[in-house]
């Protein structure tokens, strides 16, 4: 059974997530903003049972090159609020869940992949 939580609790959630990051990450960070959604909508090509609970949408720190600059579109990370709360029974997984999915999230920013994400027990 999903757990109901409302909007400005799972904010505040996924704040927490992002401060519990360690301060020398959050601070090369570079041109990333954090959404939170309420579900991920796949598109035409896609299997349209798809559910995700975060996704990053960018190009990772270590893929830009000395031409990066400025005037780049800042990365994305979407945080999805619905498959999240459905899969949890209790608040303390949702905090659990979403700190999980944030720290994945933000590690595709740095350029770590699925395959090392999983490697290092967070998938």
Do not use: K
Not at 16 to 37: C, G, H, K, Q, T
Not at 78 to 96: A, G, H, K, N, T
Request: aromatic fraction near 8%; charge should be negative.
């Amino acid at each position: 059974m999903a757990f109901l939580m409302d909007d400005d609790a799972f904010e505040d959630a996924v704040s927490r997530a992002l401060d519990d990051i360690p301060s020398r990450l959050r601070d090369v960070m570079d041109n990333v903003v954090i959404f939170i959604e309420n579900r991920y909508e796949p598109g035409p090509d896609e299997d349209p049972d798809t559910v995700l609970l975060g996704l990053y949408d960018g190009v990772p720190l270590t893929e830009r090159g000395m031409d990066w600059g400025e005037v780049a579109m800042p990365d994305r990370i979407f945080i999805y609020q619905e498959p999240i709360l459905e899969m949890c029974e209790s608040e303390e997984e949702v905090v659990d869940e979403v700190a999980i999915t944030v720290v994945h999230e933000v590690a595709h920013h740095f350029g770590i992949d699925d395959a090392t994400l999983h490697e290092l027990g967070w998938g």
